[in-house]
């Protein structure tokens, strides 16, 4: 099938684009053919691509009335009369596209779920009410799971739109709890799909060499401990308890690497993580210019990549409080790396029961979690069988294997 891809943005560094091009990948692998719309789309484009500036989070017209959406003292009519106008500018130019690129199938990447544009989720979903092209809502975040969406002068075009009911559509969360809030807030059914690697790609020979390079220039000498922290820094991340676990370890030549940026919700949370790792004497690197968000990193500087930290780490901490997923989870799983993760909710319900060995914090740090750490460090072997356990199990629920099943069955029910 020839198969068009919506967003409104594809190509860039965060989640949304990342699980898109795994998406494309494997479907690409199935025998569709895979083109893509949207605000903007990285630095790679196909002949029949197509970028629509207003589809943008930051079109700026799209960002005022969306904004304006979830301001009380907004006039509700100016605002529905707004994302109408835009909605048709958007609906105009992808008609054309779905048209002229013979698209048989609509992959909505999100723009159905979290409200950040308003116009692009109308459009799409009058595209599809008046055409009835089959689609697929490919949902990651609800907007129910964000504080600042709760009050909304325009609940009308929440309901028609976030996500659509319509006979053509079908709808993925990519987790359970997703799922059942789905169906008992819109009485829609929703298969889930969780966020997959994959686990049979094989990393480039020279990235050893590249992770003993990370070390050494992060001053990590022989036979210290490297904890690696390989997100963003958010308060719901937990980061905190890695800092504790860290002290609490107190192994005398240890460092605890942030990997990727701060900046999301302001800098308040990384301020107090310095302060704390100060006070509790954990050298806390926090070096996201060193790292290219990407697999391979490209030829210019930043020379490293997310690959290189993986690899580098002794131990992997993924303290998180919230998570739609837990992508950073798996990819410490396919590098087969010990792991410290906090039992957020989704975890418990969709990765826990797995039987994954990890060792596992409940919202706080205690003298047994540690001790558990402190005698995996000193068990190299036990360390290599359950990195073994634990990569064989993600291969098989959360690898390309299983993403081909489902998208194999969404697209023979479209």
Not at 185 to 198: A, E, H, I, K, Y
Not at 404 to 409: C, F, G, S
Request: include cysteine.
């Amino acid at each position: 099938m020839r198969i068009g891809i919506v967003a409104a943005r594809l190509g860039d560094v965060d989640g949304v684009s990342f699980e898109t091009q795994k998406w494309q990948t494997v479907l690409t692998g199935l025998g569709h053919e895979v083109i893509r719309c949207a605000g903007s789309l990285g630095e790679t484009r196909g002949p029949d691509d197509l970028i629509v500036p207003e589809m943008r989070f930051d079109d700026t017209a799209a960002a005022d009335v969306t904004a304006a959406a979830f301001i009380p003292a907004a006039d509700p009519r100016q605002v529905r009369a707004e994302i109408d106008r835009l909605a048709a500018v958007i609906a105009r130019e992808v008609s054309r596209w779905i048209e002229s690129a013979g698209i048989e199938l609509l992959i909505v990447q999100n723009a159905w779920a979290i409200p950040m544009q308003l116009p692009l989720a109308v459009a799409l979903a009058n595209i599809v009410r008046a055409s009835g092209i089959p689609a697929i809502g490919h949902h990651h975040d609800y907007w129910w799971e964000r504080e600042r969406f709760e009050s909304c002068v325009v609940p009308e075009v929440l309901e028609a739109a976030f996500p659509p009911d319509l006979p053509s559509v079908q709808h993925v969360s990519i987790n359970s709890l997703a799922a059942a809030q789905l169906k008992e807030r819109r009485g829609l059914d929703s298969t889930v799909v969780p966020n997959v690697f994959d686990f049979d790609e094989e990393m480039p020979p020279e990235s050893a060499a590249d992770a003993r390079r990370l070390r050494r220039e992060l001053g990590v000498a022989i036979g210290g401990l490297l904890f690696v922290q390989p997100t963003r820094v958010v308060p719901r991340k937990g980061i905190e308890l890695a800092v504790e676990m860290v002290a609490r370890l107190r192994h005398p030549n240890s460092a605890l690497l942030i990997t990727s940026p701060a900046g999301d919700e302001g800098h308040q949370y990384l301020e107090e993580l310095l302060d704390l790792a100060a006070r509790r004497n954990v050298d806390l690197l926090y070096q996201p210019g060193r790292f290219h968000p990407g697999t391979v990193a490209p030829a210019a500087s930043p020379a490293h990549n997310l690959a290189d930290g993986y690899i580098a780490a002794d131990v992997i901490t993924y303290p998180s409080f919230y998570e739609g997923f837990g992508n950073a989870l798996i990819e410490s799983v396919y590098f087969r790396k010990l792991v410290v993760v906090n039992r957020y909710a989704v975890y418990d319900a969709d990765i826990r029961p797995h039987g994954f060995r990890f060792i596992e914090l409940s919202g706080e740090v205690t003298d047994a979690a540690v001790d558990e750490l402190r005698d995996a460090l000193a068990d190299p072997t036990r360390q290599a069988a359950d990195a073994e356990r634990n990569f064989e199990i993600g291969r098989e629920q959360f690898g390309y294997d299983r993403l081909r099943r489902e998208l194999t069955a969404l697209i023979a029910r479209a």
